[in-house]
Structure formats: C-alpha cells, structure tokens
T-cell receptor, first 114, second 113 residues
Framework: NAGVTQTPKFRVLKTGQSMTLLCAQDMNHEYMYWYRQDPGMGLRLIHYSVGEGTTAKGEVPDGYNVSRLKKQNFLLGLESAAPSQTSVYFC?????????????FGQGTRLTVV | AQSVTQLDSHVSVSEGTPVLLRCNYSSSYSPSLFWYVQHPNKGLQLLLKYTSAATLVKGINGFEAEFKKSETSFHLTKPSAHMSDAAEYFCVVANFGNEKLTFGTGTRLTIIP
C-alpha cells in the first residue's frame, strides 16, 4: 500500500526551464491537492481537484498549471520556472465522498530554481 | 472564508513537562479541524481531527485537543513531552464545502533535555 507517491523527490532547475511534478495515489480518493511549503508560511494551496477531469485554483496558483486526466494522478506543471518557485511541494489526497476526512500526504519534492 | 491562526511560531518545553500549542479558528459555521505533525525532512502525519462528534478529541502519541466554540479555539495538548515530539505542528481547517484544507503557519516545538 504505497499511499501518495510524488516524483521526483529533488530537482534543480534553471530559470525559465519547465518541469512536471507527478503525484499518484492508490486509495481511490476523489480529492487531490498541491501545496507549497515555505519557511514561516505553513502550507499554501496551489491548485486542487475534486474529481477526474476537474481542477480549481487555490491561494497561490500563478505560475503553475495542473491536470487530472486520471483519478489516481495529479500533475503540477511549471511552464517557466522562477527563483520564487524554489520551495518544497507536497501532494495530498482525500476521500471526498465521506465528510470531514483527513488528507494523506506524499513525502514532498524539494525544488530549487537557480 | 475560513482561517486558522497559530499563536506561537516556536514553543520550547522541558522533557516530561506539559505541551500546549495554541490554535484559533475563524469560521461562520462549525468547521472540521485537524492537527498535523511534520518531523524534520518528512511528510505530514495526522495527529487528530475534530468532526463535531465530541469536543475533546484524542489523537496519537498521547496528544489531545479540545474544541471550544465560545473561544473559537482548538488547542493541542500533551501531559508530558518526549524528545521524539520535537517537530513542526500545523492546525488545519476545512472550508464549508469541505473541499479545501487551509493550514496555519505552524508551530515549531523544541524539547529541552
């Protein structure tokens, strides 16, 4: 039972490069999330999805795009990376069919943009 | 919109003494609330959750939290700190439709030997 798996775990990008972070969950959860974690700011929601084929913006969506083509996968894309996107990114999933359920998190992706 | 405020960015306690991590919430409805813990360079783990069934919620590793509507608080406590409790703790609130989870800015807990 893998839970929530993020790839890659570490990445260094040059300014202007693009990349995609992959999140996969094997719990058949409806809801999936992408957060970024920066010192002193907690986790801030970038984008989220309440089901296959649906996405919505969170608090800090600028510079990111997402896709949820399959229920188990949620992709986060950076089209033109900027140093301000240096952060630790966490993916999470949650069973939205039952009320008030907790989210399960991946181990994080540490991204550095130079 | 819902939000949570963690009143202390850093708390230090001696091993064996009580722990209190404070969280106030802002919401126009009765929210779902969670506490998560993050050990250094690790992911996030659920400690406990409040879903209106009982105001005193017990979690893992001896932690508990009490939902107080009159004070809009959901403080996390533990009677006796252990060295392994050193970590960052996050208070989290779900929005009305329950799709989104909003995090507080976190409290770093240091345990003094």
């Amino acid at each position: 039972n893998a839970g929530v798996t993020q790839t890659p775990k570490f990445r260094v990008l040059k300014t202007g490069q693009s990349m995609t972070l992959l999140c996969a969950q094997d719990m058949n959860h409806e809801y999936m999330y992408w957060y970024r974690q920066d010192p002193g700011m907690g986790l801030r929601l970038i984008h989220y999805s309440v089901g296959e084929g649906t996405t919505a913006k969170g608090e800090v969506p600028d510079g990111y795009n997402v896709s949820r083509l399959k229920k188990q996968n949620f992709l986060l894309g950076l089209e033109s990376a900027a140093p301000s996107q240096t952060s630790v990114y966490f993916c999470a999933s949650r069973d939205g069919r039952a009320g008030n359920t907790e989210a399960f998190f991946g181990q994080g992706t540490r991204l550095t943009v130079v | 919109a819902q939000s949570v405020t963690q009143l202390d960015s850093h708390v230090s306690v001696s091993e064996g003494t009580p722990v209190l991590l404070r969280c106030n919430y802002s919401s126009s409805y009765s929210p779902s609330l969670f506490w998560y813990v993050q050990h250094p360079n690790k992911g996030l783990q659920l400690l406990l959750k409040y879903t209106s069934a009982a105001t005193l919620v017990k979690g893992i590793n001896g932690f508990e939290a009490e939902f107080k509507k009159s004070e809009t608080s959901f403080h996390l406590t533990k009677p006796s700190a252990h060295m392994s409790d050193a970590a960052e703790y996050f208070c989290v609130v779900a929005n009305f439709g329950n799709e989104k989870l909003t995090f507080g800015t976190g409290t770093r807990l240091t345990i003094i030997p």
